[in-house]
């Protein structure tokens, strides 16, 4: 392709093999730029999770403050690190923020194609900007905030701070041709715009990270040995392999007190299940815990309460049990949807059926804009003016786990153009072919073609046209006399027109449709 003198009609091929491969080339960006933005959902969707557990282990070890000066230090870290990692998210967020604010569509991943905002932004005329030393200055505020905070006491963690937010320079390459990089320019500059997001997702993902880690080893350093049994200074402890359990399911939740070691078994076990007593037959001792052995029971909510009975010096100390835990039933059906068909329709009600998984629908709030609730998890959309819906979902967990909330867009759509009828037939494209006799008798109607809904349209008026003839308004569904007059006078083989087709939806006449596509018909004698 290269060589050589060419003719004109190779040169042509050689053009078009270029263009097949550029071609080639756009189609796989466009695949590349779309597992970066679901890349970029998913680590978000984790950032969320993050978010809830960090919350619950810093109302715990705040809680607990009080208790001695060793758990005041804890929750004073704690909070410490909470600002530090929401502070430094937040800024990233901002950033983000930035990239997407001229977009109609920030979920439109192919279109993210380009550097140059970022470039412009961070790293303009080959030079650093003020805005790409912000970048990097916050990750190393974050950074020596952390490992401040951290101390000796956890050097795995520090390490792994130091590695995932290192701000130095970038050895590019091997040998002689090696060069250096700094760190927006290795990791920003020149990438699409989606990568770019996905990497600063991916660095909210690690804040996140660490600050669990870091609350996980406060709450577990935390836990106090104490040496005197008592129920003020003791609470039983229940873990299990899971968080919820289907019907069919043993149940292999695991009671005990904070320490579990053989002097902290229970002298006698007094436990009941939702009000029964649990038999002999159905736990064992496993060191200082009470391993329950039975079935997991019906769908719901269930509690386990009693005493477990300790001696110490040879009296017998109570300890209160006071724990629950979920049943649910297993999945009969999957949830199916098609990528980008979140589609309501204005002028009708869509039904729809919303509700968390494992929460009881009583327990689940939906609002939006022409949002009403039918029944359980039935609800019905009517929309109104605008191109979008969101509708907003929160939930109360069960046993006072707090709340989860959600939230999903949906595209508003107009009834499509309905096409016009007569006896029922559009021609398909072209005439209808009828006797005049036939078309004086015939209704005229309007359908929906291929629509979800099945709207009943009431048509009110419409427009007669025979050739040479006067065109004729006509009130309801079929020919007046006027209209029966000018198509006597049509000729065998000729083409009337009905057309301005005028119709209402059955019992919302308030909705406006698309004109209604005319009818032609050929008569036949």
Do not use: W
């Not at 979008?388 to 979902?393: L, M, Q």
């Amino acid at each position: 392709m290269a060589g050589g003198k060419l003719s004109a009609r190779q040169k042509m091929i050689n053009l078009m093999y270029l263009v097949f491969i550029a071609m080639l080339a756009l189609n796989m960006s466009k695949e590349v730029l779309s597992a970066f933005g679901s890349i970029n959902e998913k680590l978000a969707r984790a950032n969320t999770s993050y978010e809830t557990k960090n919350a619950k282990a810093l109302t715990d070890l705040t809680a607990k403050e009080g208790e001695n000066e060793k758990a005041k230090e804890t929750a004073d870290i704690a909070r410490q690190a909470n600002k530090l990692s929401n502070d430094y998210v937040g800024f990233i967020e901002t950033q983000k923020s930035m990239l997407t604010a001229d977009l109609e569509d920030a979920t439109d991943y192919e279109t993210m194609d380009t550097s140059s905002l970022l470039d412009q932004t961070y790293f303009e005329g080959g030079n650093l900007t003020e805005a790409g030393q912000k970048y990097m200055d916050e990750m190393d505020k974050y950074k020596n905030g952390m490992i401040a905070l951290m101390g000796d006491n956890n050097p795995e963690l520090v390490a792994q701070v130091k590695n995932d937010f290192n701000t130095a320079d970038i050895k590019v390459g091997e040998g002689p041709s090696a060069t250096t990089q700094n760190f927006i320019n290795y990791n920003f500059v020149g990438f699409p715009m989606i990568s770019s997001i996905t990497k600063m997702t991916q660095t909210q993902n690690d804040v996140k990270s660490v600050e669990n880690e870091l609350m996980t080893k406060l709450l577990a350093g935390n836990l106090k040995a104490l040496t005197n049994i008592s129920e003020a200074n003791y609470e039983t402890v229940m873990t299990t392999s899971k968080g919820a359990y289907y019907s069919s399911d043993s149940f292999d939740g695991v009671l005990g007190l904070g320490r579990v070691d053989e002097s902290t078994k229970p002298e006698r076990v007094e436990l009941k299940i939702d009000g029964r007593p649990i038999r002999a037959d159905q736990y064992e001792f496993m060191g200082g815990r009470i391993a329950l052995k039975m079935g997991a029971g019906g769908v719901g909510e269930h509690k386990i309460t009693g005493n477990l009975i300790y001696l110490q010096d040879g009296k017998e100390v109570v300890v209160k049990v006071e724990k629950s835990y979920t049943t649910i039933g297993k999945p009969n059906s999957a949830t199916i949807a098609a990528d980008k068909m979140n589609v309501v329709y204005r002028g009708v009600s869509n039904p729809m059926t919303i509700d968390f998984a494992g929460i009881n629908p009583s327990k689940v709030n939906a609002s939006a804009p022409g949002l009403s609730k039918k029944s359980g998890t039935s609800y019905t959309m009517t929309p109104g003016s605008g191109r979008e819906v969101t509708i907003s979902v929160s939930a109360t967990l069960p046993n006072g786990g707090g709340g989860v909330s959600d939230k999903a867009t949906f595209r508003i759509k107009d009834i499509p153009r309905p096409t016009g009828a007569i006896r029922g037939e559009d021609g398909n494209g072209g005439c209808v072919k009828m006797q005049r006799q036939g078309l004086e008798k015939s209704s005229v109607s309007a359908k929906l073609d291929d629509f979800d809904f099945d709207l009943k349209l009431d048509v009110t008026g419409f427009s007669f046209k025979v050739s040479g003839q006067p065109t004729i308004k006509v009130s309801g569904r079929k020919l007046n006399g006027a209209a029966s007059s000018a198509l006597r006078k049509a000729k065998r083989g000729e083409t009337v027109q009905i057309y301005d087709i005028n119709a209402k939806i059955s019992g919302n006449s308030g909705y406006k449709l698309k004109k209604i596509s005319p009818i032609c018909i050929e008569l036949t004698n």
